[in-house]
C-alpha cells in the first residue's frame, strides 16, 4: 500500500551535514507523524527523534541541536537535517511514519529498506 524511498544518505567527513529524505508513495492520504531510528553494526537499533501528530518533537540527547527533522505533507516526504556529524552517527537511518491511507482512519507503518550514513574522515 505504501512505499518508502529513502534518499541523501553517503559518506562524510566529521563535521559534515547531510540531509535524509524519506519520500512516501502508494495510498498516501496525510503523514500523520514520523519517528526516525538509526542502526549501527551490532547495536540495538535506537531512536534518534518522534514527532507526533500532537506537533511535539523529541530528540535523542546524542542529536539534540544537531538533528533537525521536517515534514513536506504536500511532496508526502520526511526530512532529516544532520548537522555536525560524527562517527558515532554512522548508521543504517531508518524513517518510521504513520500514514493515513483513507478517510476512515486506517493508517500505515512500516520501515522500508533505509539508508547508509557513513561519518569518516
Known amino acids: 500500500q505504501v512505499q518508502l524511498v529513502y534518499s541523501g544518505g553517503g559518506l562524510v567527513q566529521p563535521g559534515g551535514s547531510l540531509r535524509l529524505s524519506c519520500a512516501a508513495s502508494g495510498s498516501v492520504l496525510r503523514i500523520n507523524a514520523v519517528e526516525w531510528f538509526r542502526q549501527a553494526p551490532g547495536k540495538q537499533r535506537e531512536l534518534v527523534v518522534s514527532s507526533t501528530s500532537g506537533g511535539s518533537t523529541n530528540y535523542a540527547d546524542s542529536v539534540k541541536g544537531r538533528f533537525a527533522i521536517s515534514l513536506d505533507n504536500a511532496k508526502n516526504t520526511m526530512y532529516l537535517q544532520m548537522n555536525s556529524l560524527k562517527p558515532e552517527d554512522s548508521a543504517v537511518y531508518y524513517c518510521?511514519?504513520?500514514?493515513?491511507?483513507?478517510?476512515?482512519?486506517?493508517?500505515?507503518?512500516?520501515w522500508g529498506q533505509g539508508i547508509q550514513v557513513t561519518v569518516s574522515p
Open positions: 518510521y511514519p504513520e500514514i493515513a491511507i483513507d478517510r476512515d482512519g486506517t493508517t500505515w507503518t512500516g
